[in-house]
């Protein structure tokens, strides 16, 4: 059952996308989806073929509904996804940035990264 949502959840994935692809990183052969659920809430949200989109789906029953389309800076390369449990909260990790996004309103916000220096005169 699990194998056969998987599969529906690729062909949508890749249908809305239209026929864009994804750039493959160098050494990869396929580019796959990244996506995350909030199975009690029926959400779903997957970063497939177009590059700085990721999409936002309400599931129940077999059945799939588009209920955003998020769209980060151009450019940007979607590498993990996080789906907060009531299916509200969304965490999109880039190479460079990090954004929280909501998935009610559409707001996307950029979230700074903290980054561990080595700072002179300071036991690590």
Do not use: F, H, K, W
């Not at 692809?21 to 009690?40: D, F, T």
């Not at 769209?71 to 929280?100: E, F, N, Q, W």
């Amino acid at each position: 059952m699990q194998n056969a949502m998987l599969g529906l959840v690729m062909v949508l994935a890749l249908s809305v996308g239209g026929c864009a692809e994804r750039q493959l990183e160098a050494g990869s052969r396929v580019a796959r989806p990244l996506v995350a659920e909030a199975p009690e809430a029926g959400m779903m949200a997957i970063a497939g073929p177009v590059p700085a989109t990721v999409r936002v789906l309400y599931t129940r029953n077999g059945g799939m509904v588009l209920v955003r389309e998020l769209r980060l800076p151009a450019g940007a390369i979607v590498r993990d996804l996080s789906l907060s449990a009531d299916g509200t909260d969304l965490l999109i990790a880039t190479d460079t940035m990090a954004y929280a996004a909501s998935t009610r309103s559409g707001r996307i916000e950029p979230l700074a990264l903290a980054a561990i220096s080595a700072r002179p005169g300071r036991d690590s």
